[in-house]
């Protein structure tokens, strides 16, 4: 009735028929925003740290009191894989986050970006801390994801900072790490070794399955690429251009609908289809990884041989987040029934378990803080009982 009388009085056209010649819903199109997004929609400032022997660590950082979540990131990866996960965690605790581009990774720049051994990266994370804080380090907890999370065992392990109170470590244990070793070298292989644009990068991210989270994957893959031509790291460039015009369209079934998920063995054809420059698009310069990973292979056997008990005998409280129970190797698993650390589940979670599900790991932290009596909450924040 109502829109009847509305036709009457402004006098609308009536609805055309739907019948054979109306378009179909499928041919809709809407666009899927792949635009990289930059670090200061979700951190407060940004860095470079100086050491004393003249190198520099980019870091992050939000919040502006309570204890220090110190973040690691895994290989490849930078400092803004921790974007979303930071920004959440300080609207629930008092809580400070610092990410921290590690050496050969995102806009850190160091004299020796080869070396990535344990002792040295662990190193740095001491030199960093002793840096930003002098004398007076503030309580701190350790959160490493991947080659991170091992980096901070060692570092917790070789006690280079004082003021440790905490160590929870993402998707890493011994057992699962030594055994993927044989197939790493495979695996980075198959990935594409450039991309036409930063928002292709961040499309093969989502549709591989590297970063199930489109706004993650938006902030986080900037920090692992670089231009070919000039050298010049993701951020860096999108720091200079501001934005980034280029939103790639796909076709879905139906206004409003998620895109469709590619088919079994789809990792393999989406990888294929960007090793090739669109048909017809122009392009100017591409993008590379910031770091080649295959030429770090001497130092994977020591960031994990004796990871779990390195894990197990760092004297502050412990805990782990894993992304299923099968990646618990035989200490841990005694460990854990001794209640030797925390242990929190997250399935149906990649790798990346930060990164797809930045406000349960937000929330497994804050209760973790919580816990341990070294915050307290904000904005409505309740504490709940581990699940594990």
């Known amino acids: 009735m109502e829109k009847d009388m509305m036709k009457k009085k402004f006098g609308l056209p009536p609805m055309p028929p739907i019948g054979p010649g109306a378009p179909a819903r499928r041919n809709l199109k809407r666009k899927r925003d792949y635009t990289p997004v930059p670090w200061d929609k979700y951190f ?3 860095l470079d740290v100086p050491l004393t022997d003249g190198d520099t660590f980019r870091v992050y950082e939000c919040g502006s009191e309570g204890p220090v979540l110190l973040f690691l990131h895994g290989g490849g990866f930078s400092a803004l894989s921790w974007a979303l996960l930071s920004a959440q965690v300080t609207t629930m605790v008092k809580c400070r986050c610092v990410a921290v581009d590690l050496r050969g990774h995102g806009d850190t720049v160091t004299s020796d970006n080869q070396n990535l051994s344990a002792e040295q990266m662990s190193s740095d994370v001491g030199h960093v801390v002793s840096s930003l804080y002098q004398d007076d380090p503030p309580p701190i907890i350790l959160v490493g994801h991947s080659m991170g999370g091992a980096i901070a065992v060692h570092t917790a392990a070789r006690d280079l900072i004082p003021s440790l109170i905490g160590l929870a470590v993402i998707d890493v244990v011994e057992g699962t790490a030594m055994e993927s070793l044989a197939s790493m070298q495979s695996f980075l292989r198959g990935r594409p070794k450039t991309f036409d644009t930063m928002d292709k990068a961040i499309e093969w991210a989502v549709r591989s399955g590297q970063i199930q989270n489109v706004e993650s994957a938006k902030v986080s893959m900037v920090g692992q ?4 031509d000039t050298q010049e790291t993701g951020s860096e460039e999108l720091e200079h251009q501001g934005s980034f015009d280029d939103i790639i369209e796909e076709e879905v079934d139906g206004e409003g609908e998620e895109e469709r998920e590619p088919s079994s063995g789809s990792s393999s054809s989406a990888q294929t289809e960007f090793k090739s420059p669109s048909d017809g698009l122009q392009q100017t310069h591409k993008y590379t990884w910031r770091i080649d990973l295959s030429k770090t292979e001497k130092f994977w056997k020591g960031w994990f041989e004796g990871l779990s008990q390195k894990f197990l005998s760092c004297s502050p409280p412990k805990m782990l987040i894993l992304a299923g129970p099968d990646r618990l190797d035989k200490d841990l698993t005694i460990g854990q029934m001794q209640g030797k650390f925390q242990m929190n589940l997250l ?29 307290e909450a904000i904005g409505g924040f309740e504490r709940s009982v581990p699940g594990c």
Do not use: W
Request: aromatic letters at 6%; proline letters at 6%; hydrophobic letters at 40%.
């Open 347 to 375: 399935p149906q979670c990649g790798h990346a378990v930060h990164e797809d599900v930045p406000d349960k790991v937000a929330e497994i932290l804050a209760n973790f803080m919580l816990r341990y009596r070294v915050t």
């Open 44 to 46: 407060n400032s940004k």
């Open 225 to 228: 690429l670089k231009r070919m």
